[in-house]
Antibody
Framework: EVQLVESGGGLVQPGGSLRLSCKAS????????MHWVRQAPGRGLEWVSG????????GFADSVMGRFAISRDNAKNSLYLEMNSLRPEDTALYYC?????????????????WGQGVLVIVSS | DIQMTQSPSSLSASVGDRITITCQAS??????LNWYQQRPGKAPKLLIF???NLETGVSSRFSGSGSGTHFTFTISSLQPEDIATYYC?????????FGGGTRVEIK
């Protein structure tokens, strides 16, 4: 069974930093792109970032470009999101999600499954 | 960025009703369109991929159609377990973008 378990969330002050982790199991991690998608309280889904299976290419939403970094460690079956210069509008439940297909263009795949999410609250 | 306009934003229907949700892309995305279900308090789940293909294990009550810029999602016979918010999502180009969601309730 494919499982994705996020961790690392919490309360952080504006301007602070946080590192999210996503531990994967049940599939060959180094064959699939991975993504982060967030959901602010009571709001819809917003894609944050994605990374190709070999880390060769990445992408970011305009809202986090230059502040967030995505990485993965295929040896540890883990995905990461380094979040810097955090703002109150970054407050959200952050999901990691697996691409269902292995593709050269890492965004060219549906996302499934998703983890249970980790909550990030940016507030003073 | 490709904008995804989803409608309606919410709907209320009776058990057994047929319901349809539409999603309009701001530019041609061929069939790079997925539909997700998010039950209250749960993570999203993929239902339909490539506009019209049913994900393995998903009820055949759900279906999708369309190409280019106009897409539809249908539940043929609404069931109580279908209470959820449904999202369309394009994956033709970065950034990946989602529709605003359609909240489905039972009348």
């Amino acid at each position: 069974e494919v499982q994705l378990v996020e961790s690392g969330g919490g309360l952080v002050q504006p301007g602070g930093s946080l590192r999210l982790s996503c531990k994967a199991s049940g599939f060959t991690f180094d064959r699939y792109a991975m993504h982060w998608v967030r959901q602010a309280p009571g709001r819809g889904l917003e894609w944050v970032s994605g990374i190709r299976y070999d880390s060769y290419s990445t992408g970011f939403a305009d809202s986090v470009m230059g502040r967030f970094a995505i990485s993965r460690d295929n040896a540890k079956n883990s995905l990461y999101l380094e979040m810097n210069s955090l703002r109150p509008e970054d407050t959200a439940l952050y999901y990691c999600a697996k691409a269902t297909r292995s593709h050269y263009d890492f965004w060219r795949s549906p996302l499934d499954p998703w983890g249970q999410g980790v909550l990030v609250i940016v507030s003073s | 960025d490709i904008q995804m306009t989803q409608s309606p934003s919410s709907l209320s229907a009776s058990v057994g009703d047929r319901i349809t949700i539409t999603c309009q892309a701001s530019q041609d995305i061929t069939n790079y369109l997925n539909w997700y279900q998010q039950r209250p308090g749960k993570a999203p789940k993929l239902l339909i991929f490539d506009a019209s293909n049913l994900e393995t294990g998903v009820s055949s009550r759900f279906s999708g159609s369309g190409s280019g810029t106009h897409f539809t999602f249908t539940i043929s016979s609404l069931q109580p377990e279908d209470i959820a918010t449904y999202y369309c999502q394009q994956f033709d180009n970065l950034p990946l973008t989602f529709g605003g969601g359609t909240r489905v309730e039972i009348k």
